[in-house]
C-alpha cells in the first residue's frame, strides 16, 4: 500500500512558477516509477511526466518539455515537479501516481493522490 498526497498547488499569474510536491507512503518509494497527471474540467486526464524508479528515466509531454522537471527524493519519500513559465492552458488538477510500470499510461500506475489545483491566470 501506498498513500501519496499532493500539495503545493495555488493560483498563479502566467509566466510564473510553482512547484508541486507529493509525499508517499512506505519505505520502498524509490522502486516506484512516479509520473503526474493532469485534469482539466470536462477533459481527459493527461500525461504530463514521468521518472522511473532508481536511475530511471524521465519523460514530458510535448506540452510541457522544457519548463516543467520531475525529480525525487527518496531520502524524503517526495517526488516534485518544478513547473516554470506557466501558462492558463496548464490550469487543472494535478495529480501524482505511482506504480512499479510507470511511463505515459495511466494504467501502469497502481496508486493515486487525491490531486491538488492549480490555477494561472493570463
Known amino acids: 500500500q501506498v498513500q501519496l498526497v499532493e500539495s503545493g498547488g495555488g493560483l498563479v499569474q502566467a509566466g510564473d512558477s510553482l512547484r508541486l510536491s507529493c509525499a508517499a507512503s512506505g519505505r520502498t518509494f524509490s522502486v516506484y516509477g512516479m509520473g503526474w497527471f493532469r485534469q482539466a474540467p470536462g477533459e481527459e486526464r493527461e500525461f504530463v511526466a514521468s521518472l522511473g524508479g532508481s536511475g530511471g528515466t524521465t519523460y514530458y509531454a510535448r506540452s510541457v518539455k522544457g519548463r516543467f522537471t520531475i525529480s525525487r527524493d527518496n531520502a524524503k519519500n517526495t517526488v516534485y515537479l518544478q513547473m516554470n513559465s506557466l501558462k492558463p492552458e496548464d490550469t487543472a488538477n494535478y495529480y501524482c501516481?505511482?506504480?512499479?510500470?510507470?511511463?505515459?499510461?495511466?494504467?501502469?500506475?497502481?496508486?493515486w493522490g487525491q490531486g491538488t489545483q492549480v490555477t494561472v491566470s493570463s
Open positions: 501516481a505511482a506504480g512499479l510500470g510507470g511511463g505515459v499510461n495511466p494504467g501502469l500506475y497502481d496508486y
